[in-house]
């Protein structure tokens, strides 16, 4: 059955693209309940026309044909997005499921695998990660035609008792800690002290300055050149990343927001002055804004992983050791958002001030680089656990706090 969801009269329905007919009785309110019914109608379809693939052989094809996809440069899907899928296979699909027609997995098929996977030490929000993924998987067999039920996909781990653990930290995904302005600005006037000493000095305080100033991903860093400043009209073009396991230099960005022109206020531009100034000093033929130290590639995720730890060691934000050229962390409030605790302090700044009304929503995405300001909302606006005195003064008036008396 080769289906699909289109708006009809203020409304939705499910229809068969081949006659065109729609195939349930009158219209849905929303999107959502119309792909409930269509995933429903499959699923009738694949108990009738049993699949001829077992989950295992389909999901271990699903993988091959997705890396060979990914191997492509060229091609928008990335080596990173398959690599969740290949490690859902070695590590849990194949040792744990209990394999079936693909028609046949339903949702006790996938209680009983996670099941298995929770007794072999597997954590709530790593089987939380594998659910996902087969929830996609399922839905390209279905696009492909190859008549899975569909069952799982009305499936909730959450709802699942059983693997559900009482702690919330195991539960739910960790949130990003936040670098404090005090931190930020004890680095800045340190690291500004010692910039021209060498170049090892400079890096770390072109580093922490751009991560500061623009919020940037490690990716869109590494893709950098000079010729993305614009110093007659106050601009940084991000439209290109570095990735060495995709093939690169990639004029391709995490979305489509993430092409943006990032205006820069004249401290940032002198910022960047100096540091293109320092570059050329000491890597004159790079044509890269912040290069390696070594060879003609952009800074490596070592160097970057070592700058950055040894910078929050040397202030007090993290306990570290050398263990052969490496940098191993004992400590640090900062672990797992070396980078992007900065992009989500910046974030947070400019969400907060949406309040004095000298920003706006559209502007703040720009900045940050999303499509969508609900995703920057979304992804960023847990952070303000501290409201301004003109939101307490607010919050006060409308509770009528002066009933107290004290």
Not at 132 to 156: H, Q, V, W, Y
Not at 279 to 297: I, N
Not at 307 to 332: D, F, P
């Amino acid at each position: 059955m080769n289906t699909a969801i289109r708006r009809k009269r203020g409304g939705w329905q499910v229809v068969d693209k081949t006659t065109r007919h729609q195939l349930h009785q009158g219209l849905f309110s929303t999107k959502r309940k119309a792909e409930e019914c269509r995933d429903k109608l499959l699923s009738k379809l694949a108990e009738s026309k049993p699949s001829k693939l077992t989950f295992k052989t389909a999901f271990k094809q699903f993988v091959d044909k997705r890396e060979e996809i990914a191997s492509d440069p060229s091609i928008a899907l990335t080596n990173q997005s398959v690599s969740a899928y290949k490690s859902d296979w070695s590590l849990r699909i194949e040792p744990y499921m209990d394999d079936c027609l693909l028609s046949d997995f339903k949702i006790d098929q996938m209680k009983n695998f996670l099941l298995k996977c929770k007794k072999n030490g597997y954590e709530y929000k790593r089987l939380e990660r594998t659910v996902r993924n087969i929830k996609t998987f399922l839905r390209e067999m279905s696009a492909d035609g190859n008549n899975p039920c569909l069952d799982m996909l009305f499936f909730r781990i959450d709802k699942f008792h059983a693997i559900v653990p009482a702690d919330h930290d195991k539960r739910y995904e960790k949130e990003t800690v936040v670098i404090d302005d005090k931190s930020i600005e004890t680095m800045l006037k340190s690291l500004a002290a010692k910039k021209d000493i060498d170049f090892e000095n400079a890096y770390k305080f072109a580093l922490i300055c751009i991560l500061f100033l623009f919020g940037l991903r490690r990716s869109e860093i590494k893709g950098l050149q000079p010729k993305d400043v614009d110093f007659d009209n106050g601009l940084l073009s991000i439209n290109k990343v570095y990735n060495n396991r995709e093939g690169g230099l990639l004029k391709r960005t995490k979305n489509r927001g993430s092409f943006r022109d990032i205006d820069a206020d004249p401290k940032a531009l002198k910022f960047l002055q100096w540091w293109i100034d320092t570059v050329e000093k000491y890597k004159p033929q790079t044509k890269w804004l912040f290069p390696a130290m070594r060879g003609d590639q952009p800074l490596s995720d070592k160097l970057i992983s070592n700058l950055m730890w040894t910078t929050y060691a040397e202030h007090g934000l993290a306990e570290i050791k050398h263990v052969r050229g490496h940098i191993k962390v004992i400590s640090s409030p900062l672990k797992g958002a070396t980078m992007k605790t900065f992009r989500h302090s910046l974030a947070t700044k400019l969400i907060n001030d949406l309040y004095s009304g000298n920003l706006n929503p559209n502007y703040v995405k720009s900045v940050v680089g999303h499509s969508r300001f609900q995703t920057t909302q979304d992804r960023y606006g847990n952070h303000n656990a501290r409201a301004t005195k003109k939101l307490t003064n607010a919050k006060s008036a409308a509770l009528r706090t002066d009933l107290i008396e004290i």
